[in-house]
């Protein structure tokens, strides 16, 4: 099962931020954030990922917070080609290479 | 182009029959999954092989057989195939590394598979 919460749609107007929410108010010390995206009809697709430093790179940032139960995606320009199903997944750290998704947030961006 | 590619795309069969989907990955990543997406677009682990060793291996029927020939291959043969088995199939691949974490895992298109 998934260990993660995410509200299940977003709106956001294109060229803003997005900031998509996760709880995972059960997260242990040996497990990542990983955040993945689906865009209609192909594979999910990597974004990033973080342990509890926040993280940034060509595609998001992720913010973590201090406690680790939740983090934000950041999108911080948002187009058209953003629509789609993103994924918070936690991990362990060691152990079965396997992604559990949950439902997701599917976000639309609007012109 | 570097990918992992599925073959074919899209499958449709009838209640009873064998079929298999084939999976390639050309990135030398030494891991490969398949995952399915139902209707709900519930996507969840079925397989995985690491150096050709299945390692996972979630509640699946035995009519699910994965063979992988080499690091490079995964392939999927479903025997008697069933109405429920209609759904998206992905593969996907990543580099493990002496049990190093493999942060990303890359997916395949998907095949999606339509039992009548």
């Known amino acids: 099962d998934a260990k993660t919460t995410q509200p299940p749609s977003m709106d956001c107007a294109e060229g803003r931020a997005a900031n998509l929410p996760c709880n995972h108010s059960?997260?242990?010390?040996?497990?990542?954030v990983y955040w993945y995206r689906q865009i209609h009809s192909q594979g999910p697709q990597y974004i990033i990922h973080?342990?509890?430093n926040n993280e940034t790179n060509e595609m998001a940032s992720l913010i973590i917070t201090e406690d680790r139960k939740s983090s934000t995606l950041i999108l911080p320009h948002a187009t058209l080609r953003d629509t789609a199903v993103y994924y918070c997944?936690?991990?362990?750290?060691?152990?079965?290479?396997?992604?559990?998704f949950g439902q997701g947030t599917r976000l639309t961006i609007n012109p | 182009d570097t990918a992992v590619s599925q073959t074919p795309k899209y499958l449709v069969t009838q209640m009873g029959n064998d079929k298999s989907i084939k999976c390639e990955q050309n990135?030398?990543?030494?891991?490969m999954y398949w995952y399915k997406q139902d209707s709900k677009k519930f996507l969840k682990i079925m397989f995985s092989?690491?150096?050709?060793?299945?390692?996972i291996n979630e509640t699946v029927p035995n009519r699910f057989s994965p063979k992988s020939p080499d690091k490079a291959h995964l392939n999927l043969h479903i025997n008697s195939l069933e109405l429920g088995d209609s759904a998206v199939y992905f593969c996907?691949?990543?580099?493990?590394?002496?049990?190093?974490?493999?942060?990303?895992?890359?997916f395949g298109p998907g095949t999606r598979l339509t039992v009548t």
């Open positions: 059960t997260i242990s010390g040996n497990e990542y």
């Open positions: 996907a691949s990543s580099l493990t590394s002496g049990g190093t974490l493999s942060h990303e895992q890359y």
């Open positions: 973080g342990l509890k």
């Open positions: 990135l030398g990543h030494d891991t």
């Open positions: 092989y690491n150096n050709k060793e299945l390692i």
């Open positions: 997944i936690v991990r362990p750290i060691q152990g079965a290479q396997k992604l559990v």
